[in-house]
């Protein structure tokens, strides 16, 4: 029984459930970036390219096989490099909203600067000459 008490009191801590949060939303802004990169920002690249498809762009190492009623017997061996440049578009643009968010965050950080510190007040010495000048008084 104290094995699942302290299983759910690690699960509701703080942290975890903060960390938790923070992978579903990356996972969500992750979608919406591949979406952005597949959907809105590569095929203006591509039709400036020359009408390329990047998804497509591949290296055959070797061709596919098929017999005579068209069935695939050996399967291509390729390398998709296409995929793999979009992919690499994506961590661009999620590392650039990382740091604009960090750097927000950063700015804020500033503006919070602590309270100014209380004015110190006299030292031990400055209080004991001022005692014994009373004492001379």
Do not use: H, W
């Amino acid at each position: 029984m104290g094995f699942f008490k302290d299983f759910k009191s690690f699960l509701l801590k703080g942290d975890i459930v903060n960390l938790a949060t923070a992978v579903i939303i990356a996972g969500a802004f992750g979608k919406i970036v591949s979406s952005f990169t597949n959907d809105l920002l590569m095929p203006p690249i591509g039709l400036v390219l020359g009408n390329v498809n990047f998804a497509d762009l591949k290296y055959e190492l070797r061709e596919a096989v098929t017999d005579a009623s068209g069935e695939i017997t050996r399967a291509a061996v390729s390398i998709n490099y296409g995929n793999f440049i979009q992919l690499v578009i994506d961590f661009i643009i999620i590392g650039f909203c990382i740091f604009m968010v960090l750097k927000a965050y950063e700015r804020t950080r500033k503006k919070e600067k602590p309270a100014p510190a209380a004015p110190a007040g006299p030292t031990q010495e400055e209080l004991l000459a001022e005692i014994r000048d009373l004492l001379k008084k």
